[in-house]
Every structure is written in structure tokens, then in C-alpha cells.
């Protein structure tokens, strides 16, 4: 089956420029979600979508990140304007709800590098 | 609240030798638990995953984990590590509450060497 499939691979911006990325999950995933992943980090989540509606964007800078999926299939990450600190992979991921957190397993595209110069 | 530390940030070991990757858990309740491998340039990809059923778990290639509800562990390891293994790990821990949230640790980086 096709992955999660990410664009661009490579980003660079200036800061105080916008920038936005696409995902588009796995054929019939119902939730997507978008992660941070500083170097040296781990991933931290962003947001998360249950079809077409949020359910989790508890760590997302609200004042300058702004994620749709407005059809419940693909999905635009946005920030607007990007600071130095928001230099990072964004990884895109998607997966069948299951019925517990033992049965998730997230399939991860493989990522936006955005370097904020 | 549910986190995760993992307890080395690199790990360094020689081709066929034993490999452990370590990561202590908290959670207030029966955690579900993973480890999650990220080769260069590579999406994260799951290795393996504790249900409860079982407290060994293996995992592809090899890997496996086994969960110690006294020392809130879930340590990675593997009998002789290959070259191929040499990746970014890390452990998760993931809560449902209506939906799942998966907390990922810092992850440790394997070295393998010839």
C-alpha cells in the first residue's frame, strides 16, 4: 500500500516568511496528525485530526501555526510568521483509531526539514 | 500524566555484540508501550508494541522489549546488533482518553560498529 506522502522534502525560509506543508495519509485513515521534531528531540505532537475535525492541538503555537483537513483525506500545516526556533522536521503521520492506545500504530511519512534562516 | 525518559541519549556497541536501549516509564495507570526505530532520511517506523498480553515482546529484526511493572521499564534489546541497526530509537507511551495520544521520549542513538 502507499505511505504517508509529505511535500516538499527540504524547506528553507527566511524568518518572519510563511511556509506551508502537505500530507496526505494512508487511503482510509481517519486520524492524522502533524509532529515537531527539533534535532536531538523527540517528535512532539502538534495536531491531531479525527476525519476532518481536531481533537487534540493542545501544543500547537496557535498564534502563527495553523493546520486544516478539510475534506477528512489530506492536510495543510502552516506557520505564518516562522521564527528561528521553528527550524525542524515535520512529520506527518496517519492511523486507524483503534478501539485502545494498544492498538494505534502510526504510519509516519517522511518529513519536511525547515531550516529558519 | 504519562511520560517517558529513555536513559541513554547515544549508544556505541560493536557489530554482533548485545545491544540494550533503555527507557523508564510513568503513568498513573497500566501503560501501553513502544518502541519506535528512525533510520536516516526515513520515516519512524514501529518496532514493537506492549498490549498487556505478554510481558516479552519481540519485535522485527530481531528486537525485543520486555516490560517491568516494578522497575517502570521497557528496555530495547537485541542477542547481536548488525550494522543495518544503526538508527535513532525511541520509546513511546500512549494514553486513551476518547483518542490516542502517543508521547514520544528523546530517543537514543545506536552506533554500531565493524
Known amino acids: 500500500e502507499a505511505g504517508v506522502a509529505q511535500s516538499p522534502r527540504y524547506k528553507i525560509i527566511e524568518k518572519r516568511q510563511s511556509v506551508a506543508f502537505w500530507c496526505n495519509p494512508i487511503?482510509?485513515?481517519?486520524?492524522l496528525y502533524w509532529y515537531q521534531q527539533i534535532l536531538g528531540q523527540g517528535p512532539k505532537l502538534l495536531i491531531q485530526?479525527?476525519?476532518?475535525?481536531?481533537?487534540?492541538d493542545s501544543q500547537l503555537p496557535k498564534d502563527r501555526f495553523s493546520a486544516e483537513r478539510l475534506k477528512g483525506v489530506d492536510s495543510t500545516l502552516k506557520i505564518q510568521p516562522a521564527k528561528l526556533e521553528d527550524s525542524a522536521v515535520y512529520l506527518c503521520?496517519?492511523?486507524?483509531?483503534?478501539?485502545?492506545?494498544?492498538?494505534?500504530?502510526?504510519?509516519f511519512g517522511s518529513g519536511t526539514q525547515l531550516s529558519v534562516l | 500524566a504519562q511520560s517517558v525518559t529513555q536513559l541513554d541519549s547515544h549508544v556505541s556497541v560493536s557489530e554482533g555484540t548485545p545491544v540494550l536501549l533503555r527507557c523508564n516509564y510513568s503513568?498513573?495507570?497500566?501503560?501501553?508501550l513502544f518502541w519506535y526505530v528512525q533510520h536516516p532520511n526515513k520515516g519512524l517506523q514501529l518496532l514493537l508494541k506492549?498490549?498487556?498480553?505478554?510481558?516479552l515482546v519481540k519485535g522485527i529484526n530481531g528486537f525485543e522489549a520486555e516490560f517491568k511493572k516494578s522497575e517502570t521499564s521497557f528496555h530495547l534489546t537485541k542477542p547481536s546488533a548488525h550494522m543495518s541497526d544503526a538508527a535513532e530509537y525511541f520509546c513511546?507511551?500512549?494514553?486513551?482518553?476518547?483518542?490516542?495520544?502517543?508521547?514520544f521520549g528523546a530517543g537514543t542513538r545506536l552506533a554500531v560498529h565493524p
Open positions: 487511503s482510509g485513515h481517519a486520524t
Open positions: 513511546v507511551v500512549a494514553t486513551y482518553g476518547g483518542y490516542n495520544k502517543l508521547i
Open positions: 503521520a496517519s492511523s486507524s483509531p483503534g478501539t485502545s492506545a494498544s492498538n494505534e500504530k502510526l504510519f
Open positions: 503513568s498513573s495507570y497500566s501503560p501501553s
Open positions: 485530526f479525527q476525519n476532518n475535525g481536531v481533537v487534540d
Open positions: 506492549y498490549t498487556s498480553a505478554a510481558t
